[in-house]
Antibody, heavy 122, light 109 residues
Framework: EEQLVQSGGEVKKPGESLKISCKASGYRFTSYWIGWVRQKPGKGLEWMGI????????TYSPSFQGQVTFSADKSITTAYLHWGSLKVSDTAMYFC???????????????WGQGTLVTVSS | DIQLTQSPSSLSASVGDRVTISCRAS??????LNWYQQKSGKAPKLLIYAAFTLQSGVPSRFSGTGSGTDFTLTINSLQPEDFATYYCQQSFTTPQVLTFGGGTKVEIK
């Protein structure tokens, strides 16, 4: 069964670092992109950026460039989202999602993780 | 960057109603427009891709139309399980930018 399983919720203080994970199984990890999506409480979906499974290419949304870092470890088929110094405004649910090609051209997020809730509070 | 504007941001409807949600792109995206459904506290689910193609397993009461800059998601005969938030997303500039619309919340009247 194809699935993405994310790490559990986190409660952190401002200024702390954090890395959350997204473990893929049931498909060839290095053949797909993994995207990260933020959802603040009561708000919409924000595309953060995307990383190729073999870690060869990364694109960050301009809104998140310099704020977070993506990485991937193909040996354990896991993608990561890392913050060096958290802010209260980083409090949100974070989803990872697989980008797949349908109809030979259209790319969609067809497989989603369950989400990781990150709470940053002093 | 391409912006996607959804309207309305929320609506109230009754079971059995026909509901239409609009998504407008700031520039032409051909038919590279996808629709997702998100229920409270859950991950989004792909409903429609390439503007009008129904994802496997999605009920036929959902349909999508449009191309260029104007797109519509229609739900015929709204069911209780359809009360959720719906998002459009463009994949014209994939994988560099994959913008989502602001969402439309469908609530029970």
């Amino acid at each position: 069964e194809e699935q993405l399983v994310q790490s559990g919720g986190e409660v952190k203080k401002p200024g702390e670092s954090l890395k959350i994970s997204c473990k893929a199984s049931g498909y060839r990890f290095t053949s797909y992109w993994i995207g990260w999506v933020r959802q603040k409480p009561g708000k919409g979906l924000e595309w953060m950026g995307i990383i190729y499974g073999d870690d060869s290419e990364i694109t960050y949304s301009p809104s998140f460039q310099g704020q977070v870092t993506f990485s991937a470890d193909k040996s354990i088929t896991t993608a990561y989202l890392h913050w060096g110094s958290l802010k209260v405004s980083d409090t949100a649910m974070y989803f990872c999602a697989r980008l797949a090609t349908f109809n030979g051209r259209t790319e969609v997020f067809d497989l989603w993780g369950q989400g990781t809730l990150v709470t940053v509070s002093s | 960057d391409i912006q996607l504007t959804q309207s309305p941001s929320s609506l109230s409807a009754s079971v059995g109603d026909r509901v239409t949600i609009s998504c407008r792109a700031s520039q032409s995206i051909n038919n590279y427009l996808n629709w997702y459904q998100q229920k409270s506290g859950k991950a989004p689910k792909l409903l429609i891709y390439a503007a009008f193609t129904l994802q496997s397993g999605v009920p036929s009461r959902f349909s999508g139309t449009g191309s260029g800059t104007d797109f519509t998601l229609t739900i015929n005969s709204l069911q209780p399980e359809d009360f959720a938030t719906y998002y459009c997303q463009q994949s014209f500039t994939t994988p560099q930018v994959l913008t989502f619309g602001g969402g439309t919340k469908v609530e029970i009247k």
